[in-house]
């Protein structure tokens, strides 16, 4: 089946630093491509969506990269704040019969930011 | 100030009873899912629904029932716990963007 994956189980970066969470994918039938963010004790939260013919698109403080290619996506993350430690989450999506979608995640990556 | 909520919070049952989880949600999203959270597996799709009364299976759904008899609660039953099932139960709603989905604070559930 199809499989959406993690390059690394943890990324510790020093804050304000910038950050790269990348993930790999394997369906390239998918409409789109989602980065969720899930801080301790909490369920996961949208931060952006890049449609599958795109190659960057830029939120705030955040920058998605969708590499058709080598179907590689990574998430950028500028002047990396406490705030940002969580675990990141790629998601791709499924089309379902009747609109709406169906998100298949990746594994996710712990993302610690050092003071 | 509702949203999507959850409960219980925490549960701890024993194997072969029953157990039901609520979601709720005030937004009157016609999309709702169910996933399970275990470490190593991120988030897996037990079962969605596009509205009241439409359900389908998702990537795990075996030992789950799930009904929607009204827009704004799905709830999850597990009709026989096993020990397997022991996970963090997250429910999720959607509105116009279907790649945004709001999620509940999630269930612990422990299966002894």
């Known amino acids: 089946g199809e499989s959406v994956g993690l390059h690394l189980p943890t990324l510790s970066v020093q804050e304000g630093d910038n950050s790269i969470i990348n993930c790999a994918y394997s369906?390239?039938?998918?409409?789109?491509f989602i980065w969720y963010k899930q801080e301790s004790g909490k369920g996961p939260q949208f931060i952006i969506d890049i449609r599958s013919n795109m190659d960057k698109r830029q939120g705030q403080r955040v920058t998605v990269l969708l590499n058709k290619t080598v179907k590689h996506l990574s998430l950028q993350i500028a002047a990396t704040q406490p705030g940002d430690s969580a675990v990141y989450f790629c998601?791709?999506?499924?089309?379902?019969?009747?609109?709406?979608?169906?998100?298949?995640f990746g594994t996710g990556t712990q993302l610690k930011v050092e003071l | 100030d509702a949203g999507i909520t959850q409960s219980p919070r925490y549960k701890i049952t024993e194997t072969g009873r029953q157990v039901t989880l609520m979601c709720h949600q005030t937004?009157?999203?016609?999309?709702m899912f169910w996933y399970r959270q275990d470490l190593g597996h991120g988030l897996r799709l037990i079962y969605y629904?596009?509205?009241?009364?439409?359900?389908d299976k998702g990537e795990v759904p075996d030992g789950y029932v799930v009904s929607r008899s009204k827009t704004e609660n799905f709830p999850l039953t597990l009709e026989s716990a096993t020990r397997s099932q022991t996970s963090v139960y997250f429910c999720?709603?959607?509105?116009?963007?279907?790649?945004?989905?709001?999620f509940g604070p999630g269930t612990r559930l422990t299966v002894l």
């Open positions: 369906n390239s039938a998918s409409d789109y």
């Open positions: 999720a709603s959607t509105g116009r963007n279907y790649n945004e989905q709001f």
């Open positions: 937004w009157s999203h016609s999309y």
């Open positions: 998601a791709e999506t499924l089309v379902l019969t009747g609109g709406g979608n169906k998100l298949t």
């Open positions: 629904s596009a509205a009241a009364d439409i359900t």
